[in-house]
């Protein structure tokens, strides 16, 4: 059981929400390569001082993660990833609910 109850249209698939099934995209040419080798270098320096828990660590970007990545990179590329998501549903409005640096 969950603590939320079901949002129609939003929650993972059920019967009761009758929502489609929850999946993954990818969406190609969101960063450039050197927004990418940028990340990549961000991230390997963040997460070296992370504990580890398991084979995946993660980092929450929020104000705790600015000293340790590129806030406007980071933000930038958290808009264009929005953004897209929002096109690719025709145009729908999109908020910001929070991300994982994996």
Same mark, same amino acid.
């Given at each position: !059981?969950? *603590?939320?109850?079901?949002? %129609? ?6 019967? $009761?929400? &009758? =929502? ?7 969406? !190609?040419? *969101?960063?450039?390569?050197? %927004? ?6 961000? $991230?390997? &320096? =963040? ?56």
């Amino acid at each position: !059981e969950h *603590v939320y109850s079901p949002i %129609e249209g939003c929650s993972a698939s059920n019967a $009761m929400t &009758k =929502a489609p099934p929850c999946g993954r995209w990818e969406k !190609e040419n *969101v960063a450039t390569k050197d %927004e990418v080798a940028a990340m990549q270098t961000n $991230m390997l &320096k =963040a997460f070296q001082h992370l504990f580890h828990s398991g084979p995946m660590t993660s980092l929450a970007v929020d104000s705790s993660a600015w000293p340790l990545i590129s806030k406007t990179l980071t933000q930038d590329l958290l808009e264009r990833s929005r953004q897209a998501v929002s096109d690719a549903l025709g145009g729908i409005d999109l908020f910001f609910s929070g991300a994982l640096l994996v």
